[in-house]
């Protein structure tokens, strides 16, 4: 007799259990979906903390377990969610980070310029087809189309399970202990208000310790300096490829689909045609990527070699931080330096250039997390506070170069 559920051992977690048999499961073994074992969670991190080399696979589980619980709390708590519901928010949990690409967020829109989460809705769509209809609550949910508000705000908001998730699990991959929240507590401190979610009083204080711990793992992991380089060099690297294919008419051995999306005219008729484009898509990852970087190392063009060889071997640019923008004429001199060590008619462009990151901790015009009183009363946290929320908006701005020039 077949065992009612299917056991997944998570690092973090412990057991993660998904009904079986059920349309969960059925979604899980989908080739889309265990594509996501082979995208890099956090990318390039793990060139600094080099236990970081868990997968989106990762992510989506740990976010549908967080969910279940989630549920769980808020029918304890009278709040009426039918099943269908539940395995419409589950669904819609689980497929969020589908349309990832290659490294996450590093290579978004430069491989095509297309958001994850509209990647994402067309393979949900497309799964919905395969599937009988039996993604339509899913997919009105992760579109903020279900007349229950809350369960849309579960998967995507400012308290949602998708953010508890990767902070917990980001923080545990990294060592970085700064990122560690009380989930546990948060989502039982979950309830819901006029339609809206929100979290009961005394759940306050973990709401803030989480949007601190968010601030800092965004400065200490996901944008630190030297993260920023390997992710600013790969997406150079990329972009290069591109000018050589589509410009200067050069024939690069890529692997697997990558060479597809090199090239701007096949990429523009998939895009008339979502489902050819997802189905292209759905067969590039992390993989395709690392092969032709070491197809490119012995490349005839000085920068794609150069740039490959570099990431390939970690002898990663030097990158400067800064809150206000670099000097002209700093930046020119590092120019010249760089120009006098490479081949004439280099574009420097892709070796020495700035840019800007920016951080935002809480979002104050949007969406707000609403905290419940004992008096029955709902107000925002910004206004349930004993002090101001960091909620301005901090940018840093970067200028990156080879260290051994």
């Not at 928010?89 to 590093?106: E, M």
Request: net charge negative; charged share 25%; proline share 3%.
């Amino acid at each position: 007799m077949a065992s009612k559920v299917k056991i997944f051992n998570d690092p973090v977690y412990g057991f993660i259990s998904v009904p079986n048999p059920s349309i969960l499961l059925d979604l899980i073994d989908h080739p889309y979906f265990q594509r996501l074992r082979r995208i890099a969670q956090t990318a390039l991190t793990h060139y600094v903390y080099p236990g970081a080399h868990h997968t989106r696979f990762h992510h989506a589980l740990g976010a549908y377990h967080l969910m279940t619980q989630a549920v769980d709390v808020l029918r304890q708590k009278g709040v009426e969610i039918t099943d269908e519901e539940s395995e419409g928010v589950s669904i819609a949990i689980l497929l969020h980070d589908i349309g990832h690409g290659p490294f996450s967020h590093t290579l978004e829109h430069t491989i095509i310029d297309v958001h994850h989460e509209e990647l994402s809705l067309a393979f949900m769509e497309e799964l919905n087809e395969e599937f009988d209809n039996r993604l339509k609550v899913a997919l009105d949910i992760f579109q903020d189309e279900h007349p229950k508000r809350f369960l849309h705000q579960l998967v995507s908001g400012q308290l949602d399970m998708d953010r508890m998730d990767y902070l917990n699990r980001d923080s545990f991959f990294t060592g970085v202990s700064e990122g560690v929240i009380g989930y546990d507590r948060i989502i039982k401190m979950l309830n819901v208000s006029h339609g809206e979610l929100v979290v009961e009083e005394k759940g306050i204080y973990s709401i803030e310790k989480f949007l601190i711990a968010r601030r800092l793992m965004y400065w200490q992991v996901y944008l630190h300096k030297t993260v920023l380089s390997a992710e600013r060099m790969l997406t150079k690297t990329l972009q290069r490829a591109k000018y050589l294919v589509n410009t200067e008419g050069v024939s690069l051995e890529s692997f697997g689909q990558l060479n597809g999306f090199l090239q701007f005219s096949p990429l523009d008729e998939r895009k008339k045609n979502i489902k050819e484009l997802t189905r292209h898509f759905a067969l590039l990852d992390d993989f395709d990527i690392i092969a032709s970087l070491k197809n490119w190392t012995n490349c005839s063009d000085f920068i794609l070699s150069y740039l490959s060889n570099s990431i390939l071997n970690r002898r990663l640019f030097k990158l400067e931080l800064k809150n206000t923008p670099h000097e002209s004429n700093v930046v020119e001199s590092i120019v010249r330096q760089v120009a006098a060590k490479v081949p004439e008619e280099t574009d420097l462009s892709y070796l020495v250039f700035t840019g800007e990151e920016s951080n935002l901790t809480y979002n104050k015009t949007k969406d707000e997390i609403k905290i419940l009183f004992k008096n029955g009363e709902v107000k925002p946290i910004s206004d349930s506070m004993d002090y101001e929320l960091h909620s301005k908006i901090v940018t840093k701005h970067y200028l990156c170069f080879p260290k051994n020039f």
